[in-house]
């Protein structure tokens, strides 16, 4: 299969080419000869499938012009063609057109959430609905009783000849606000101990094929440093317990650890973190403010990240993640921190230089760069 490496005159594609262009000059033959001599030199060092995956990557936009004569229109099977490509080409955004490179990214996302909003769609199965004279009683009991909780409620109910679970009861009850003073004494507590505490926490990412993909981290307080990352496709309490050996050798433990109530931070995760001198503190329920340092980073790496990247698997991830590690603790700075980074990058001294534009340089695969070397005369 011969590549198209010098376009025919006669080939136009509609909707590309501008129409000031009509007026412009052609260029010299001997300049398009040369193009055409550089793309038949590069075809020579390519390989006989990376041809056929650009023949075919020209050859779908070709026809979606053809089909829709000026502006191309873009069906649900161009999207999963892109989609496809993009998992199984390198090359994929060299060639393409017709649309930019982060509209493929962004048709993945739109693709995931179509995905899980199918396969959560609401299906006739599980527990019929409760009658709305038995949740008027559990809320009214709640209301009339403060200090009653599931527990004393659902006795009651069975004693009036009512059948339902303690579950039920819980997930009808109102919402109770927390002391006034909870939130003080816990920003508290942080402020007072944040050089000896640490919080693990987990994240989800969608990869191309809607997998899913978790990872695990574990943060320290007082400098905001990633003390151990890592991924997994099957999290469970026998690899959490795995991370957390790796995570705190030779007596590098914290004195508190923040976690949440995920059921895989199981009880044996907990003696496990005990048994590392630790001392285990869970978040509330529906309170993740509680492990505010985790989860603001979580907010950052997706942010700078993970919104603009198509996770290919497992170990994409684990390489996108470690750069951006990288560039976290040594480039980006902290308002918590002081405008420092958490690597405390000393400042560089720029005495009698004057500073020109610096041209950026891509520092992860997300949309962060580094300019701290470059420098005009």
């Given at each position: 299969?011969?590549?198209?490496?010098?376009?025919?005159?006669?080939?136009?594609?509609?909707?590309?080419?501008?129409?000031?262009?009509?007026?412009?000059?052609?260029?010299?033959?001997?300049?398009?000869?040369?193009?055409?001599?550089?793309?038949?030199?590069?075809?020579?060092?390519?390989?006989?499938?990376?041809?056929a995956l650009e023949n075919l990557?020209?050859?779908?936009?070709?026809?979606?012009?053809?089909?829709?004569?000026?502006?191309?229109?873009?069906?649900?099977?161009?999207?999963?063609?892109?989609?496809?490509?993009?998992?199984?080409?390198?090359?994929?955004?060299?060639?393409?057109?017709?649309?930019?490179?982060?509209?493929?990214?962004?048709?993945?996302?739109?693709?995931?959430?179509?995905?899980?909003?199918?396969?959560?769609?609401?299906?006739?199965?599980?527990?019929?609905?409760?009658?709305?004279?038995?949740?008027?009683?559990?809320?009214?009991?709640?209301?009339?009783?403060?200090?009653?909780?599931?527990?004393?409620?659902?006795?009651?109910?069975?004693?009036?000849?009512?059948?339902?679970?303690?579950?039920?009861?819980?997930?009808?009850?109102?919402?109770?606000?927390?002391?006034?003073?909870?939130?003080?004494?816990?920003?508290?507590?942080?402020?007072?101990?944040?050089?000896?505490?640490?919080?693990?926490?987990?994240?989800?990412?969608?990869?191309?094929?809607?997998?899913?993909?978790?990872?695990?981290?574990?943060?320290?307080?007082?400098?905001?440093?990633?003390?151990?990352?890592?991924?997994?496709?099957?999290?469970?309490?026998?690899?959490?317990?795995?991370?957390?050996?790796?995570?705190?050798?030779?007596?590098?433990?914290?004195?508190?650890?923040?976690?949440?109530?995920?059921?895989?931070?199981?009880?044996?995760?907990?003696?496990?973190?005990?048994?590392?001198?630790?001392?285990?503190?869970?978040?509330?329920?529906?309170?993740?403010?509680?492990?505010?340092?985790?989860?603001?980073?979580?907010?950052?790496?997706?942010?700078?990240?993970?919104?603009?990247?198509?996770?290919?698997?497992?170990?994409?991830?684990?390489?996108?993640?470690?750069?951006?590690?990288?560039?976290?603790?040594?480039?980006?700075?902290?308002?918590?921190?002081?405008?420092?980074?958490?690597?405390?990058?000393?400042?560089?001294?720029?005495?009698?230089?004057?500073c020109s534009e610096a041209p950026?340089?891509?520092?992860?695969?997300?949309?962060?760069?580094?300019?701290?070397?470059?420098?005009?005369?």
């Amino acid at each position: 299969m011969a590549p198209a490496c010098c376009p025919s005159p006669e080939l136009v594609l509609p909707g590309i080419v501008d129409d000031s262009a009509d007026t412009a000059d052609p260029p010299p033959a001997m300049f398009r000869l040369i193009l055409c001599l550089l793309g038949a030199l590069r075809s020579v060092f390519r390989s006989r499938a990376e041809l056929a995956l650009e023949n075919l990557a020209l050859r779908q936009q070709l026809a979606a012009f053809s089909a829709s004569g000026r502006r191309a229109h873009i069906t649900h099977s161009d999207r999963w063609f892109w989609i496809a490509l993009r998992r199984v080409w390198s090359g994929w955004a060299d060639v393409l057109i017709f649309v930019m490179p982060e509209t493929v990214i962004r048709w993945h996302r739109a693709g995931f959430r179509r995905y899980w909003t199918w396969i959560s769609r609401p299906r006739r199965t599980g527990r019929p609905a409760k009658d709305q004279e038995i949740r008027e009683l559990i809320r009214r009991l709640a209301r009339e009783n403060p200090a009653w909780g599931s527990p004393r409620i659902h006795g009651e109910l069975r004693l009036l000849g009512f059948d339902v679970s303690e579950r039920t009861v819980s997930r009808y009850l109102p919402r109770r606000a927390p002391p006034p003073d909870a939130v003080q004494r816990w920003l508290t507590f942080l402020r007072n101990h944040r050089d000896v505490i640490a919080a693990m926490d987990f994240f989800v990412v969608p990869t191309v094929t809607f997998r899913l993909v978790y990872g695990w981290f574990v943060i320290g307080h007082g400098r905001r440093r990633i003390l151990h990352l890592d991924v997994t496709a099957n999290p469970s309490a026998a690899w959490v317990i795995q991370q957390l050996r790796e995570a705190f050798p030779f007596g590098t433990a914290p004195r508190h650890l923040i976690f949440d109530r995920d059921s895989i931070f199981s009880a044996q995760v907990v003696s496990m973190v005990k048994s590392l001198g630790i001392n285990p503190t869970r978040t509330g329920y529906r309170y993740p403010w509680q492990n505010g340092v985790a989860e603001r980073w979580i907010g950052s790496v997706r942010r700078e990240l993970l919104d603009h990247v198509v996770v290919l698997g497992e170990h994409h991830l684990r390489r996108l993640l470690a750069e951006h590690r990288a560039y976290y603790h040594d480039d980006r700075t902290h308002l918590g921190l002081g405008k420092a980074t958490p690597a405390a990058r000393p400042v560089q001294p720029r005495a009698g230089q004057r500073c020109s534009e610096a041209p950026a340089e891509r520092r992860t695969a997300g949309s962060q760069h580094d300019d701290r070397d470059v420098v005009g005369e």
